[in-house]
């Protein structure tokens, strides 16, 4: 069986971590999201009147961490767009409110809160069961084209798709199990930025997914009909640049995007460069391998930073036609598969932590880059120099298993193989995230000042015997949103997009993407969170322009996140108003005015987009 494969070799499945997690006193929320939350069923019939012809069940939702997680709620699954509206029009007549699900492969409650009863009046649409059809079109003489997908078709099988006709992206976000509707929705995006000297392909662009669509499906009120209806909703028209990325605040049926000829891509792994190295502050004597001077040389770069070490995992993409000798040919994505199938010895050192050994955190940063350096390099040296506590997780038993894998530390094919790299079975963190908008010549002063606070910090809660982070810091760099990619003439930047430029800084071209992981019920974590926050909102405002990753954590009090009034009322909406332009209160106004009635609509979005 599928769930049983990992159990080769001392990988973990499923099952044994179950197994595992009640031996080491309950861990089992690892697997929130694969072993789903009971089966949909129907404890009373469908709500009055709904829509003949569709199943409607009640069902669980729950997100990527488990962080969110509802009473049973009516849910159904619609064949067609057709079938979509009819729920919509139902929901508005019955005082209802319709809200679009994707692979709920997120943080933040942009579909639902936390703890929503079975009793509240809102009905979920899977759109990832039937709403999924794709096509190629308009392949034009440029080497572009476009993709028509609907909404609930996945990334992975998207990008395949696309794929198999010769087309990509420059950047994908790492998971495949994300919707292209909840993508869209929050402005989902990868790393890339220009390397020095590099034009892309026509159809490429280095800011997000949600730049790329030339036209949208959505549900939106028609005030003369006195329904909502179905509207496509070309580029260059004022409401799309509402759409684009929409936090959830309206239903996007079917999208096209824009793709570039597929280019083949060489991802080399480090990890013998030091954070004081990697993160150094500007002016660091010559020879020193930094984050800014990787992304000058390969345009693609990802820093992942275990907790409590000196010791990031650096990977670089950069554009490589023919495959270099060194490097490892690869046909599929996921090329990971340390960090897939969990080796058991870690899985427990894991549920030790959630059980309540949470002074184990810097042990497991430690072990994380340790397992990570075996995998990917085969070098067993510094876990034989550690100490018993790390030799007696990583066994001679687990290197063997590493080892036999295969080395991952260079590996070359097409892109999508080597931008799509975390599997649903991955561990589940939470996670903060940020975007600092600046001039690329301060991506290097944004890390090396992120770096250092962070580490102080992380040092002042252990001094005081907290340890809020078992994770890792992960660091991106992307470009800003330019419509041009699009090709469609007088085309908007998406409007509450991350990536959106400031109209009065055209220096300011590059996004640095800051998330901290860790495994949810940390101790402190929300109050640590808070603070590195804080830290962000108050960088240098002429050198760094700080908004919230939408699917991630933010405003944060010391006990909640997306809690924090000022953050919510005044950091967020400032931070999209900043460098005028059409931007938060536009978008806000065209949302409002597509569903004033609130159908499409939840508490939470009612206080945030006001």
Not at 136 to 155: I, K, N, P, Y
Not at 345 to 356: K, Q, T, W
Not at 455 to 463: K, N, V
């Amino acid at each position: 069986m599928a769930d049983d494969l990992s159990d080769q070799a001392g990988g973990l499945s499923r099952r044994r971590l179950l197994a595992s997690s009640a031996a080491a006193g309950g861990a089992v929320w690892l697997l929130r999201g694969l072993v789903r939350p009971g089966s949909a069923y129907a404890a009373s019939g469908p709500p009055p009147g709904f829509p003949a012809g569709l199943d409607v069940y009640q069902r669980v939702y729950e997100n990527w961490a488990g962080e969110i997680r509802t009473d049973q709620l009516w849910t159904c699954a619609p064949r067609s767009p057709q079938e979509v509206l009819d729920v919509v029009n139902w929901a508005y007549g019955a005082g209802w409110t319709a809200r679009a699900q994707g692979h709920r492969h997120g943080w933040a409650p942009l579909t639902v809160a936390d703890g929503t009863p079975a009793a509240a009046q809102v009905v979920l649409l899977d759109t990832t069961a039937r709403l999924t059809a794709m096509s190629l079109e308009q392949q034009a003489a440029d080497g572009s084209a476009a993709v028509r997908v609907q909404a609930g078709a996945s990334l992975e099988a998207v990008l395949a798709f696309a794929g198999a006709g010769g087309y990509g992206v420059i950047a994908a976000p790492a998971p495949g199990d994300l919707s292209v509707g909840g993508a869209l929705a929050i402005g989902a995006h990868g790393t890339a930025a220009p390397a020095v000297g590099e034009s892309p392909a026509p159809g490429q662009g280095f800011g997000s997914l949600s730049n790329l669509v030339t036209e949208l499906t959505a549900v939106v009120w028609d005030g003369g009909a006195g329904r909502y209806v179905l509207r496509t909703v070309g580029r260059a028209e004022p409401d799309c640049a509402a759409l684009l990325t929409h936090l959830g605040r309206a239903l996007v049926i079917e999208a096209v995007l824009r793709v570039g000829t597929d280019v083949n891509l060489r991802c080399r792994s480090y990890l013998d460069i030091p954070a004081t190295e990697l993160f150094a502050a500007p002016g660091a004597p010559a020879g020193t391998r930094t984050l800014a001077g990787f992304v000058d040389s390969t345009g693609r770069v990802e820093a992942i930073w275990f907790a409590f070490t000196d010791s990031p995992w650096l990977k670089t993409w950069s554009v490589t036609p023919a495959r270099p000798l060194a490097a490892r040919a690869v046909t599929g994505p996921y090329n990971y598969p340390f960090s897939d199938s969990i080796p058991e010895p870690v899985a427990r050192l894991a549920g030790s932590l959630v059980s309540g050994a949470w002074a184990s955190a810097p042990l497991f940063g430690q072990v994380q880059y340790l397992l990570a350096k075996v995998a990917l390099t085969g070098d067993i040296t510094d876990v034989l120099l550690s100490g018993s506590a790390v030799r007696d997780v990583l066994t001679g038993d687990v290197l063997t298993h590493l080892l036999a894998d295969g080395l991952r530390s260079d590996l070359w094919g097409a892109s999508r193989n080597l931008l799509e790299y975390v599997r649903p079975t991955t561990l589940r963190e939470t996670a903060n995230g940020y975007a600092v908008i600046t001039r690329r010549a301060d991506v290097q002063w944004v890390v090396s000042r992120f770096a250092d606070f962070y580490r102080t910090l992380l040092a002042q809660y252990a001094a005081r015997g907290e340890y809020p982070v078992n994770g890792q810091v992960e660091i991106r760099v992307t470009g800003l949103e330019d419509p041009s990619v699009c090709a469609v003439p007088g085309a908007r930047p998406p409007q509450l997009s991350a990536l959106r430029p400031r109209p009065d800084r055209p220096d300011v071209d590059t996004a640095v993407w800051i998330d901290i992981l860790s495994l949810p019920t940390t101790p402190a974590l929300h109050r640590f969170y808070r603070d590195i926050e804080q830290f962000l909102l108050t960088l240098d405002g002429d050198r760094a322009t700080v908004r919230v990753e939408w699917s991630k954590g933010w405003a944060y009090t010391d006990t909640a996140a997306w809690a924090d009034p000022d953050v919510l009322g005044g950091a967020i909406p400032d931070s999209q108003r900043a460098g005028g332009g059409p931007g938060w209160d536009e978008a806000v106004a065209i949302l409002d005015r597509l569903d004033p009635h609130r159908v499409l609509s939840s508490p939470f979005l009612d206080a945030l987009l006001r």
